[in-house]
């Protein structure tokens, strides 16, 4: 059995009728699949994760996560986000929050790419950003990381974040929110 079999096979058992996954892959490249059974996923926004590799180029940031996530990622071009596959069991530890950031319900399904897509095109937008060669999941504690610095510096890039750093800079102080500025100490 080759390797793209094992993980094809692996990854179906998620699917009530794992022969339909299979033909869903062989018609059209893509099937869906639930979430919670063999795998469990996180939505992350495409900007964020650009963010927090620095990056915009799509081959670049399938390298860096892979060398952070140490586990399979799907890219979806047209939706513009990325989902990282992680433990079923790893979404009762999950307590990161982020704009967009979500891990998917068990049930929720997926579009996953065949084993072997991993390479964007208009006709295949949705394939492995990290492919899936084994069986295997992202490192729940690297993914939580990489959400929490992305979520930062898209927040420095926002209009006045560098105003309120140099404000702070210069006053030691953050400055006052509109409701501590009426004067009522909070």
Not at 122 to 132: C, E, L, S
């Amino acid at each position: 059995m080759s390797r793209r079999t094992a993980v094809s096979d692996w990854l179906a058992q998620s699917h009530d009728q794992p022969r339909q996954a299979h033909a869903e892959w062989a018609e059209r490249g893509i099937a869906v699949l639930p979430t919670g059974g063999v795998f469990g996923a996180v939505r992350i926004p495409e900007s964020l994760v650009r963010a927090a590799v620095e990056s915009a180029d799509n081959d670049h940031v399938g390298y860096v996560l892979a060398d952070r996530l140490n586990g399979p990622v799907i890219h979806d071009g047209r939706g513009r986000n990325y989902y990282a596959l992680l433990r079923p069991e790893d979404r009762l530890a999950w307590d990161t929050t982020a704009p967009g950031v979500e891990y998917l319900p068990p049930r929720t399904h997926l579009g996953v790419p065949a084993a072997g897509l991993c390479e964007y095109t208009t006709v295949t937008p949705v394939y492995w950003a990290v492919p899936v060669i084994r069986p295997s999941y992202c490192d729940l504690a690297s993914l939580a990381l990489l959400v929490r610095i992305g979520a930062a510096r898209l927040a420095e890039a926002r209009p006045g974040a560098a105003a309120a750093a140099a404000l702070v800079g210069r006053t030691g102080m953050p400055p006052l929110t509109a409701d501590q500025a009426d004067g009522h100490p909070r």
